[in-house]
């Protein structure tokens, strides 16, 4: 086989040149003239003036778009196996966290979280000025929506007690309240502009999703494709479905604590509360025991010769043992004894009946109190809601309270930020898209502050920037101030003309759009 020729590009830049030789050309190459004579012929017919496209973009088919590694969630068929204790797999981990959720400082702290991210506002936020009309749509969504939108974040907080809440978006056309309209009865919209908007977000109840087969996976990279949804008892199966039923990634809106994994059920802030929460319930519940057993003294009963002691079930002293094991300091606390009193003069020596209440020496030296307030403390910490408990004891001061309401603001504000980034990735951007919208600069939804602003900080730090030149006033900054102090929206209409002063003493005013600066 004869070896192939790798010059060939050269030997035809150099017959390119202008007055070459292929004489020449042939013998600075080594080669045979009549090789040179006939890449000579091919390079005139055009063979090597065509051009060469070297591209640096690699195949969309090679390795580089596709993915080698395998999923590292542990998964039996549709259920994640993540987590090591039985008892919080699956749906009887979803119902112990439902019980935990009953508990009076877990339920604070949810609540802490819940009631701050309630009263924030969520509007839409224009990339740029020029965009006010897709800003004022985001808005009429929100407000048009079955579910207000406050109760939907509302539920998406759920993801806290269970580590991750599922909602499906239900989409609407916006056709008014439909009256007079012909055909079937659609849902009813405050607007008539024709436009797909959202008809809410249904919650996907996590106790509701298929037990063994809970979550669709992508069997090649494990991505996830859906879920899989058992109607709970009473509410009938669509028609068709039998078993459960499917509803695709695309359908949904995934709100999760962590996305380590890619675990579709998160971690839920209840899971770092566990620990704490089963010590702090087994205390309360022996506390109560020992309060109702021991709130008397603990019951002895002595029986004399006279009374009965066999094995047999008529045996007179089984019944005096229901009577000391049923003794309880309530409202139906008292014996009736059928004998004589012993050693009172009335029976016999060695005979009768004596029951008596002692009482233990060191009288509680377990303190369950200060126990249970422990683990209630650290349960606290998990949402880092510590301040809840301020008060309640001898220590706390003004600036311990400040710093950890501060802490708890930040962890409520990331919290927001999640549920925003999440809401706007899966749900606002294909409502834009539906629309046939901007979504590459897209208009998004944000929210406000968490905790409440300092006007005061606020006004000076504006007045100094401005006064420096830092920053000019405009539109948007005036917006953004009113919203901050929860003023209401400009109206043009209305608008009053404010004067300033020119000499500084009272002279002179002169409006302040027109005043000018050198």
Not at 89 to 98: R, V
Not at 257 to 283: D, F, H, I, Q, V
Not at 371 to 391: D, N, S, T
Request: proline share 6%; with cysteine; aromatic share 8%.
């Amino acid at each position: 086989m004869p070896r192939k020729n790798n010059r060939k590009p050269e030997i035809i830049a150099a017959l390119s040149k202008q007055g070459a030789d292929p004489i020449k050309v042939a013998s600075d190459f080594s080669v045979t003239p009549s090789y040179v004579y006939h890449l000579d012929k091919k390079r005139r017919e055009g063979f090597a003036s065509k051009p060469v496209v070297v591209t640096s973009q690699p195949s969309v088919s090679g390795p580089l778009f596709k993915q080698l590694s395998v999923s590292s969630l542990k998964r039996h068929g549709g259920d994640v196996a993540e987590e090591y204790l039985r008892e919080l797999q699956s749906i009887q981990g979803i119902q112990l966290y439902k019980e935990m959720g009953n508990n009076a400082v877990i339920s604070a702290v949810l609540q802490a979280v819940k009631m701050t991210l309630r009263r924030i506002q969520w509007f839409a936020n224009a990339p740029g000025s020029g965009r006010e009309e897709e800003a004022d749509f985001l808005n009429q969504v929100m407000d048009d929506m079955s579910i207000t939108f406050t109760d939907t974040i509302d539920q998406a907080l759920s993801m806290l007690q269970y580590g991750f809440a599922p909602f499906e978006k239900v989409y609407k056309v916006r056709r008014g309240d439909g009256a007079g309209r012909p055909g079937p009865k659609t849902t009813t919209s405050r607007y008539s502009d024709g436009k797909i908007g959202w008809r809410k977000f249904e919650l996907i109840g996590q106790d509701t999703l298929a037990p063994g087969n809970a979550w669709i996976f992508d069997e090649e990279d494990g991505g996830l494709k859906g879920c899989n949804q058992m109607p709970p008892i009473g509410v009938p199966y669509p028609m068709g479905r039998m078993n459960y039923v499917p509803i695709p990634i695309e359908k949904m809106v995934l709100f999760r604590t962590t996305t380590e994994k890619n675990n579709p059920e998160g971690r839920p802030l209840l899971r770092s509360m566990y620990e704490s929460w089963y010590y702090a319930k087994s205390l309360t519940e022996i506390e109560a025991i020992s309060a109702e057993r021991m709130g008397a003294g603990f019951p002895v009963a002595y029986l004399g010769d006279d009374v009965s002691k066999g094995t047999s079930a008529d045996a007179e002293i089984a019944q005096w043992n229901k009577v000391v094991r049923n003794i309880r300091v309530d409202e139906m606390m008292g014996v009736v004894v059928p004998n004589a009193k012993m050693g009172s003069g009335m029976a016999r020596e060695g005979n009768g009946v004596l029951l008596e209440f002692l009482s233990p020496t060191g009288r509680m030296q377990v303190n369950f109190g200060q126990i249970i307030e422990r683990h209630e403390k650290r349960m606290a910490m998990v949402g880092l809601a510590q301040f809840i408990h301020l008060g309640m004891g001898q220590y706390g001061s003004q600036s311990l309270a400040t710093v950890t309401q501060d802490f708890f603001h930040l962890a409520v504000g990331a919290w927001a930020d999640s549920v925003r980034d999440t809401f706007n990735r899966f749900a606002t951007i294909p409502l834009l898209r539906l629309n046939k919208m901007d979504t590459e600069d897209p208009v998004l939804i944000d929210h406000g502050a968490v905790s409440p602003p300092n006007l005061v900080e606020i006004a000076d730090y504006i007045n100094k920037t401005v006064g420096a030149k830092v920053i000019e006033p405009d539109d948007q900054l005036e917006a953004s101030i009113r919203r901050l102090a929860g003023f209401p929206e400009k109206d043009p209409e209305t608008v009053r003309i404010v004067m300033n002063e020119l000499d500084g003493d009272g002279g002179t005013r002169t409006n302040r759009s027109d005043k000018t600066t050198v």
